[in-house]
């Protein structure tokens, strides 16, 4: 019984939840700090596109930390022309966290969700990649 109790204090979640968000807003915090004060678009030490760099076609994330970049400093129009994908998703996705505090049902749990998201990406980055559509690509 000893035993078993002592190795229910190290699989506890909790402690190792806390410590895994708190480093999650940590990196993320950092790296709107870093897109907040330096444009993607002018500095090289941002990550390019692996994707892009192997296939030379544009992957759905193409051109996101510039749109990023241009919504920390309330330029939309800018980002929509980066990456129209994630400016629109992200009214959606907040609407997706709103509906799952205030109802207690969770959309992400929902497979017609994930698959409804997983079929916009996937069509996102085909279009943008399609003779006529160049405007889709930042």
Known sequence: AHCRERRALYLSPVPMDRAFR????IVIAGWGVLLYCFDP???DSFLSCPFEALTGLLC???GAQRSVHDLLHLRIGEALGHNAALVLALPALTAQ??????TNLDPARDNRVVWAWAI???A???????PGLEALAP
Do not use: Q, S
Not at 97 to 102: S, V
Not at 124 to 130: F, P
């Open 41 to 43: 678009e002018t500095h």
């Open 124 to 130: 996102w980055g085909v279009a943008r990649n399609l």
């Open 120 to 122: 916009a990406l996937v």
């Open 22 to 25: 708190l480093i999650v807003f």
């Open 97 to 102: 966290w709103t509906w799952k505090r205030f």
């Open 60 to 62: 759905p994330g193409c």
